[in-house]
């Protein structure tokens, strides 16, 4: 092949895009220069995505389902970060012109303090309010129905969620659907079990008040829930739905227990390692041809990596301590802004496999009940869901960004001076696990969750629809049967860490 | 002295808490424990000021004037980057629902691609706009008051900028005063010049689409001007005037000639480092009665500090390829990212003595032209006047925080290994002024500027009004007079260096 090799040295960037204008349209399409993002510049990644934006600027297929994307966008909502800020919440909504806020919790939260200086904040400034306390924890698609029906009626100007992510979850649905009164449920909800719409509208305002320090969901434009009919976990995700505010506020997640601490602890981990090391924002296609289009699961791009990188070695620093003692106050707070760090990076550049094959381990649960987790039926928390399989996935994906993987590696205190790029998964799969040991009651696999291989094939069946993550996921084939093997292999390496 | 000595080790973090507890109503205002933050934990900076959020709610005196911030707020626009973005601009207004658009531009960059794509894209959406061309570079109240005077009358619903710092600040007043269309136009100037009222209403959406790369000005709520009458620089700042997104095209900055590469990245730098060392949003008082009256500038936090630290490196490492070289786009695009993120980061921590004192200098200006800005009158460009005065500034104000001016050395790529806390302020401002030197044609010193002992009174009589960025700045002491002789030392240290 006589294509010219193209070797961009930092100096001599100019010469190349001159020589790229030359060649664009006589180059074949597999030139490594394309195909390998990491080709020219080894463990400089940040650099890389923008010297390629020149380069795949000037290269562009005419196709336009051939066209990968050349633009990331970042939103997060507005945070407030301060221990005692909740009671600052009904200024905010009297700031805002709000004369009629609904109120979103669930029952164990509606006895907490967090609850009381909200309402009493709101009561202060003599702002009227209703409160919906009905929100179930793993929101299912008849519960969500449920709080939209409560909220129609009232047709509040302003939403407030005081909870953990379900609570979250569901005021962004009973904002969108009071707001698109008339549309059909599924309207919005992810392609393909729903139609996916882009949100056309401006929402109400929305203000946010976590009491868990996991999904982030007061900075994403995400809600989750289970599709009963489908038996698959999908949701809305559109930049949108993202609260106006999010309030975090350390004296909120006091109240965590131990076993919260930890797992919702693993959801913000696996948030900030999905998200660095999903596939880069300019390797997903096709392109958007209207920005409203452009998903807020991207892939990895240059600022998203700095919130998850970020959130990743806070979590390695603070959760341990946050889990072993109930009085480490700092470490809770750490805790709590690494959560929101986390879900600014993974709310823009998206989640891949630990989320995607999460879904079917909690929905297909045999009957494992979590320690600490006092409910009257099986749970696996959703934290411990996602971080089962961890080991296993980093694993398989490091061949597809080696340099990225030996980085989250050395967030775990590894010395990675001395490693080969080849062993990037080894290094950093034996990371989580001896991580996830440390923190103590974690399930060591599948099997301890009461899953054995002649269950693989369901789980495998359940992971197939969530596409949207699933397509961020490196090193996972496109082609169906390949994709299903790999999937297997995972599940496989999981029964046991 | 009786106060029981705290030792806080990370593992008695709750141990100390209690003790905090018991003490905080006997232990004397001066207990070290409470008026140095960096004393239990050095080198964590981070972690020290969740920490001492713990420790602050604790002991919360019962005089308001007297109690410090507790909680802070991060805001920014929503981010787009990616080269050729800018033809998207046209669909954003369409799905925002604008039918009057009012683009707001200068005449040169009227002439510039950024425009032509700009107003291309609405064109071909059929979206209706005017174009406002007239912007004053450095604007002054009545270049302000004419652009408003402007739009007034064609009553738009939403405004488009193109352009530099100069043109998307002059967009948000624009927007401010249309929205709040019988305001007095000192009602919210900042005090003390101006009323600094709070914006009690969302503005229209408005869009920036930056030609520089320098002041960040697409993510922020601050717009800068001359305020003509008193003779001094002054502005807007608060989150409402926040663009609603900004779309960062690194083909729109190519047209940047290298002088303006130098000093707009000038600009980063100071953003960069000045809100990084910028006392901590802790310190800074009296904590505001209603959130709506948290500033915008409220001093380093723990989300600022990423964006600022982020923005540094890349500025030492990306602005003298920039500058060096015209076609080298990666450094480019790495500086008009960096422009963003430092945007982020002091649009939220705000900045402090460099660009206090920088104000004068620029508007004191003895008759220097500065080489490669094709004007017909003396100029020193806004970012010459900042970066002139940072060697002296941080060689002063290292001693508030050692730490984290050395961490600012060593994102200069010195070693600071072993260097001693007391040497923070001098390697600091030894690498600040070589980085300088290095990139060529800056002044080397207030002398070049045409400056001599003689103009130092009034360069400090012309700082002394900028207290809300002196507010921020550490080390500086509070008595007139005092701060007068430590502006007057920093100006003469910035003579020559």
Known sequence: MTVPVIRVAPSAANRAVSLLRTIQFTHPPNCPCHTNPGHHHHNQRQQISLANNVRRHLATPT?????KEYAFEMAASSIRFGPGATKEVGMDFKNLGAKRVCIVTDTNVAQLDAMKQATEGLAREGVEFTVFDKVRTEPKDSSIKEAIAFAKPYNPDAFLAVGGGSVI?????MNLYTVFHDADFLDFVNAPLGKGLPVTKPLKPLVAVPTTAGTGSETTGTAIFD??????????AHRALKPTLGICDPLNTRTMPSAV????????????????????????????TNPINRPAYQGANPISDIFSLNALRSTVKYLPRAVRDPEDFEAQEQMLLAATLAGVGFGNAGVHLCHGMSYPISGQNPGYKHAGYNVDHPIIPHGVSVAVTAPAVFRFTAASNPDRHLEAAEAFGVDISNVKRESAGEVLGEAIAKFLVSLGDQPRGLKELGFSSADIDGLVEGTIPQKRVLMLAPSLSEELNAEKEELRTLFENSLEY
Chains 1, 2 share one sequence.
């Not at 979850?169 to 649905?173: H, P, V």
């Not at 599709?227 to 809305?236: H, I």
């Not at 601490?261 to 596939?279: N, W």
């Open 63 to 67: 196709d336009p389902s051939q066209q």
């Open 169 to 173: 979850d569901t005021a962004k649905l």
């Open 227 to 236: 599709l009963v009919s489908k038996k698959a976990k999908t949701g809305v």
């Open 261 to 288: 601490h930890a797992s919702s602890g693993l959801d913000v981990l696996c948030h900030s390692l999905e998200s660095y090391t999903a596939i880069p924002y300019y390797e997903r296609k096709p392109r958007p």
